[in-house]
């Protein structure tokens, strides 16, 4: 056990956070498309970047939830189906989140 | 309505546009106030802002008071906007502009 980076259970534990964050949104919004992309590696070093790997998220969400809501509402929409994930267990998560026919 | 509440709202009732965010406009401590003062400059309107990096009890209690997780957060007339996503979107569609100049909001020095 000299080796940390070799522990297996990093390993598994890794992109975790992208799976909750994918596996919330889905039973939410029942979305046409999700990405959920990890920028963390992008934002290494600077002030929010906690070193877990797991700081910073972009979600590109489409659903017919979101049709007739304004961006603010949409927005919430997505904060309050993910908890207590954004600004506290992940720094910073950019959220696009667009109607079917928006995204064609 | 508590202490930081009152102080808040007397912060976005006094300015007509308030961007709360990490850092200054000259130093935004983070990328999304970063793009935040950005967008505002672009606007070209006057702002007020508020690091909570350096006021841990607005750092916490804008979050409650707006109903929103994260920051930078933008207050224009009194009204809550949303964050830099929001921002954006609304600037690459000409609605902030729009909506600054419908608010009647003072243009930058």
């Not at chain 1, 390993?11 to 889905?26: C, D, N």
Request: charged share 25%; hydrophobic share 40%.
């Amino acid at each position: 056990m000299d080796k940390p980076e070799g522990n297996p259970q990093n390993t598994s534990m890794a992109g975790s956070m992208e799976e909750e964050i994918r596996v919330l949104l889905k039973d939410a919004f029942a979305p046409e498309r999700l990405e959920v992309i990890n920028d963390s590696a992008r934002h290494s070093g600077h002030a929010g970047d906690d070193g877990s790997g797991e700081s910073h998220f972009t979600v590109v969400i489409v659903s017919g939830s979101f049709a007739g809501k304004s961006r603010l509402e949409r927005q919430r929409m997505v904060n309050t189906a993910l908890g207590d994930i954004p600004g506290q267990r992940v720094h910073a998560l950019a959220i696009r989140a667009l109607t079917p026919d928006e995204a064609r | 309505m508590s202490d930081i509440n009152s102080r808040i709202s007397g912060i976005v009732g006094d300015n007509d546009v308030v961007l709360f965010m990490k850092g200054t406009p000259l130093f935004p401590q983070c990328g999304f106030s970063s793009r935040a003062v950005a967008i505002l400059d672009h606007c070209g309107v006057a702002y007020e802002s508020v690091d909570v990096l350096q006021d841990m009890e607005i750092r916490q209690g804008i979050k409650a008071f707006s109903d929103w997780p994260t920051i930078p957060q933008l207050y224009v007339k009194g009204e809550f906007l949303g964050g830099s996503d929001i921002m954006m979107e609304m600037f690459e569609a000409g609605e902030l502009q729009t909506l600054m100049d419908e608010k009647q909001v003072a243009k930058a020095e």
